[in-house]
T-cell receptor, first 113, second 107 residues
Framework: GAGVSQSPSNKVTEKGKDVELRCDPI?????LYWYRQSLGQGLEFLIY????????KSGLPSDRFSAERTGGSVSTLTIQRTQQEDSAVYLC???????????FGSGTRLTVV | KNEVEQSPQNLTAQEGEFITINCSYS?????LHWLQQHPGGGIVSLFM???GKKKHGRLIATINIQEKHSSLHITASHPRDSAVYIC?????????FGAGTRLTVKP
């Protein structure tokens, strides 16, 4: 597609359940980022994929968070045993390379109840 | 101290005013980005800078690498410019964000 696509756009889940968030980057973009924005807070880096290199996971807040990027394209962010503090908008962005312009998806709003 | 500091946090202007938002950073960077986040939450990348100045329509972004400082200017501001403007710096892999400047332009 023309932009970065994220799904679902909204997700409400019960505390303790696992959730999967999906990001479809722009075709050909080798770099993919996950960020999150908690209510009233700034953007927080989570994880970075660049081509076939090992991802930079330095921003993941706990081992309940993991992400995969299959075939260098679609990425899935998985949150296990969700907690209320995981409630946030999860944003994905992609770019041609690590330091070129980014295109953001519209985000997934996750609410843990 | 945050690695990326923006000022002001909030800014209210009258339509037509010239607006400046400032960003200072304390880490080495490969590029600096200005992002715009509208009330619905969508984020648009406005500029990516590694030196000098860029202009797009009524928006101008400048960066001084030696002083580790960037400014975003909006000329002839309009109510549709109302948004949160976020400064971000990118290093090798990650991107670090300022807290954002909430701009409200009144008609």
């Amino acid at each position: 597609g023309a932009g970065v696509s994220q799904s679902p756009s909204n997700k409400v889940t019960e505390k303790g359940k696992d959730v999967e968030l999906r990001c479809d980057p722009i075709s050909g973009h080798t770099a993919l980022y996950w960020y999150r924005q908690s209510l009233g807070q700034g953007l927080e880096f989570l994880i970075y994929f660049q081509g076939n290199s090992a991802p930079d996971k330095s921003g993941l807040p706990s081992d309940r968070f993991s992400a995969e990027r299959t075939g260098g394209s679609v990425s899935t962010l998985t949150i296990q045993r969700t907690q209320q503090e995981d409630s946030a908008v999860y944003l994905c962005a992609s770019s041609l390379a690590g330091a070129s312009g980014y295109t953001f998806g519209s985000g997934t709003r996750l609410t843990v109840v | 101290k945050n690695e990326v500091e923006q000022s002001p946090q909030n800014l209210t202007a009258q339509e037509g005013e010239f607006i400046t938002i400032n960003c200072s950073y304390s880490v080495g960077i490969s590029a600096l980005h200005w992002l715009q986040q509208h009330p619905g939450g969508g984020i648009v990348s406005l500029f990516m800078l590694s030196s000098g100045k860029k202009k797009h329509g009524r928006l101008i972004a400048t960066i001084n690498i030696q002083e580790k400082h960037s400014s975003l200017h909006i000329t002839a501001s309009h109510p549709r410019d109302s948004a949160v403007y976020i400064c971000a710096v990118s290093g090798n892999n990650d991107m670090r964000f300022g807290a954002g400047t909430r701009l409200t332009v009144k008609p």
